[in-house]
């Protein structure tokens, strides 16, 4: 549970907070109509020079959406009314009367009910079985988002942060959230082998030794085409650790494993 705060005229409990910038950038859950809403406001994140340089940064370096409160509470909503359009499964963006001290540059979101799918594909006490059918439907719906990407030529179709962390589970259902900043660039092939690479090095050392080459396994089968997964693979540079030289290794095997599985098929 998150502390309890009386703000803008509101009880609230703070879910998450910036301590850097401007002090603004906070997501609280508050109740609206006996029900719960997660109301984000948006601030800086750093201080005003640093927010400037990432803004342009952003914008003009590496082909992203602004960092400015104002555009990332733009590409937010933009971004979340998209992904529903398709069918994709996201908070809603709703419409409700607010106090006037709440900041303008705000959403207010669904309550959305379950568990982040990185505490759950790292969890010990969860089978091997669970977890592989989790990652299968995620897997599946990647191949459907980006091949509707590339059809729209539609870059917001792609995360431009990756990570199973902003995943939530509900049965069978996952919700993906926080979208402030997203993707400008149109070399879509490339955009999604950054997203691919982006949820696999968020397997990170927290899952299970043992677990992880059958996970993996379960990308491998579900995620088409298979050729993006080897170039995905081929493109990794060491960007972080050595852990994520050996997991890439690892996902190089479980192509390997796939491709043998598959030549047994057509041989018998």
């Known amino acids: 549970m998150g502390k309890r705060v009386r703000i803008h005229g509101l009880d609230a409990e703070v879910l998450a907070s910036s301590s850097r910038g401007d002090g603004r950038h906070q997501v609280l859950r508050i109740e609206h109509g006996g029900k719960p809403i997660v109301l984000k406001l948006y601030g800086r994140k750093r201080d005003w020079l640093r927010d400037f340089l990432r803004d342009l940064g952003h914008r003009f370096l590496v082909r992203k959406t602004g960092m400015t409160p104002a555009a990332r509470m733009r590409t937010e909503r933009d971004t979340l009314e998209l992904w529903l359009r398709h069918g994709f499964t996201v908070p809603r963006v709703l419409d409700i009367e607010l106090p006037a001290e709440v900041p303008p ?18 969890d010990p006490v969860v089978n091997v079985e669970t977890k592989r059918a989790v ?5 599946r719906e990647w191949t459907r988002r980006h091949e509707l990407a590339l059809k729209l030529r539609e870059p917001r179709l792609v995360q431009a942060h990756a990570t199973f962390g902003h995943v939530l589970v509900d049965g069978d259902l996952q919700t993906t959230f926080d979208f402030e900043v997203v993707w400008k660039g149109r070399n879509l092939e490339r955009l999604i082998r950054l997203e691919l ?3 696999l090095g968020s ?4 899952i299970p030794p043992e677990q992880i080459d059958l996970l993996l396994d379960a990308v491998v089968e579900h995620y088409a085409p298979r050729d993006r997964l080897v170039e995905a693979a081929r493109s990794w540079r060491g960007r972080r650790e050595a ?11 479980a192509i390997t494993r796939a491709e043998k599985r598959a030549e047994r098929r057509g041989s018998a």
Request: hydrophobic letters at 50%; a positive charge.
């Open 243 to 253: 852990g994520d030289a050996a997991l890439m290794e690892r996902l190089k095997d």
């Open 197 to 199: 690479l982006g949820f």
């Open 135 to 139: 990652l299968e439907r995620a897997v």
């Open 105 to 122: 540059l705000r959403l207010a979101l669904e309550w959305i009910r379950g568990r982040s799918m990185r505490d759950l594909l790292s």
């Open 203 to 206: 397997f990170g050392p927290w």
